[in-house]
């Protein structure tokens, strides 16, 4: 059916004669899919055993009567209070010991067996009912996994089953204490039965049990999701199964939730009541968005896209005119295949009545229902079009859960996070217009010109492996700072000086560093001064090897701080530092320029460009971020198939061009 898009929507907070009119609204808007049911376990279940799925296959079949097909979600995030107060067990325990109580959502502990009990339940008294609906084509289930279970749960269930999962992992207990390095402050164990979930302490904690304790969790929402697709899968095999990712989150792996799926999909909230001075900053919703598409290296679904103000107890600003479209177009091209609004219509009661939807409280269309309705209708043609193609960047960013993971329980500098340093990177080539691919360290390097690897903390011989591969085969590869200091249960290497045996590849070693907290060094690149941040490597390098900047104040100026190291058919960059955003983007400049990079046009700051592409085809998405006039250029080969002026953006329009001869 090409790009289309869709609704969230909760007709179980209406009253039924107000839902043909919501039926006829979204039919006439354009609006092709609806999500419904997501947290509705009391409608559908309002007594243990006894189902009603009665008013939702009503919602279901009115709106397949206006041409209008629905993904069910299952409720399972907002368990009912006639089973907590029957089984008290389910409810989470966090860190420091306390019991969360009902009267929020997922207020669920995703180990105990018996909720998992009420949860297999409805997921097959559900699939078994809908299978056979022809308005029902597919599924999400739960609601954004991980999102309420931060430091949840520590229970008694949940720490047998993190026993049992070491025990699986390690098969001995001395295997455990060794890979734990338990003999620091007398932590070891005589049996996994002994194992306690890290709550609380009085001082400090052990980084390898943390990394365990992040992983199992992982793996436990893994598995607590795994559960519901199987039920769905053999009940219903011709539905897609997909889940509402939120972009960088970590709480659970999405590259191992994502292979459960079909397809992921994302919420994506530019200007959310929690943003600060990156409310709508091009460059972070890009990343959020390229980072999904990364997730299963496959185009995905908005399933909830931003489309009025949002807020529970405080509210952010209002989307300004275009601000809807520009988000949701933006969302397209880098990869959405559908965009489904969060909400329909906002609601009158509960945590979220301001968090506004496309119609306001009086249910009656205003300036956001029409701003959408006409650039749906204006972009349909094209969106039919462009079915089937998909961005296609020549740069890739690792990205990986567990280094993630390692440097929050040690960040070292206390400034440093792996995500924002990931950012930084991307960042840069945002600014040159040069699209980026976020890539799993298990991903396909192969089909980049240029691999930008940060932060690769935690190391092994196999990932070693990959990189030496993919720079002696032509890749050109950015090792940084921090690089192969720990191995994979998160203790220091100590057979060798960093970056171990990638040293090689670097062609230099690190024999000392520096830790900068707040303070800034300076360094020289291409003769000109900048400024290192966070962290300085004193490299020494090998014969062979170059030297691109040298930092210039410490008891380090002179020594250098970027090396660049010829090898095989590609080269290794070697970056010491955080580079600040100036030297960063000094440093793209002359990175993407060596690996025959080309930029998708020139723009002017504001504007983003981006692109899709199949077969011979492919489309630049001209977007302006600003509210001011903007200009940007492109190569003469394209013509303007959305849009008014080619090159000349008024604020917040979106300009869509087009070639056809690629190959
Ligand atoms: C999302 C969530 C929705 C809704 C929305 C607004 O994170 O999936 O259910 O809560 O935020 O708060």
Redesign the pocket.
Known sequence: MGIHFGVDYYPEHWQRDRWETDAELMKEMGLAVVRMA??SWHKLEPQEGKYDFAWLDDAIDLLGRYGIRTIVGTPTAAPPAWMVNRYLEILPVDREGRVRGFGGRHHDCQSNAVYRGFVRKIVTAMAVHYKDNPNVIGWQPD??LG?SHHDLCMCESCRKNFQGWLEKKYGTVDRLNEAWGNAFWSQEYNEFSEVFTPGITVTGENPSAMLDWKCFCSDLIVDFMKEQTDIIRKYCPNHFITH?Y?GFADKVDYYDLGKELDFVSH?Q?PGGFFADESHGRGDILASTLDVVRSYKNKNFWIM?QQSGI?G?EVMGRAPAPGQLSLWSLQSVAHGADAVVY?RWRVCAMGT?QY?HGILPHSGNPGRRYYELKEMIQKAAPLMEKMEGSMPAPKVGIVYSFRQNYALQIQPQNPNMSYTEQIQEYYRAFYDRQIPVDFVPDDGDFGKYKLLVAPLQYLMNSELEERYFRYVKNGGHLVLTMRTGVKDETNICMTDRELPGRLSELTGSEVLDYDCLRDARVSAVFQNESHTARNWCDIITVKEGAEVLAVYASEFYAGEPCITKNEYGQGCCYYIGTEPDEAFMAALVRYMTDAAGIAALGNADEGVELAAREKADRRWIFAMNHTDRERTYSVDSSYRLVYGEEAGKLNGYEVQILEREDLR
């Open positions: 997501e947290f609601n954004e999102n509402n939120m919420d909230y909830e949002t529970w969060f979220e968090w």
